[in-house]
């Protein structure tokens, strides 16, 4: 069974930085990309970021784009996301994504 469970979320001031984690379970982490997303309240979902399953090859939202920062550790199955300078309207739920599975999310609340 394919479990994602998400991490790291928090309340933060702006500019500031967070990092978020997804430990993976039950399935090959390590042959497998992987993505963010995330939805904000009243929001459809938006993809944020994804990385290959080597971590050589990364993509980004323009709207996040030189702000964040995905990353992978396959021996630890653990997929990351480096949130700095973080704006107001990078507030929502964030989601560690593989294929059709998404964990239950993380909160990211960015108020001063």
């Known amino acids: 069974e394919v479990q994602l469970v998400e991490s790291g979320g928090g309340l933060v001031q702006p500019g500031g930085s967070l990092r978020l984690s997804c430990a993976a379970s039950?399935?090959?982490?390590?042959?497998?990309?992987m993505s963010w997303v995330r939805q904000a309240p009243g929001k459809g979902l938006e993809w944020v970021s994804s990385i290959t399953w080597g971590g050589s090859i990364k993509y980004y939202a323009n709207s996040v784009k030189g702000r964040f920062t995905i990353s992978r550790d396959n021996p630890k199955n653990t997929l990351y996301l480096q949130l700095n300078s973080l704006k107001t309207e990078d507030a929502a739920m964030y989601y560690c994504?593989?294929?059709?599975?998404r964990g239950q999310g993380t909160q990211v609340t960015v108020s001063s």
């Open positions: 994504v593989k294929d059709n599975y």
């Open positions: 039950g399935f090959v982490f390590s042959s497998s990309p």
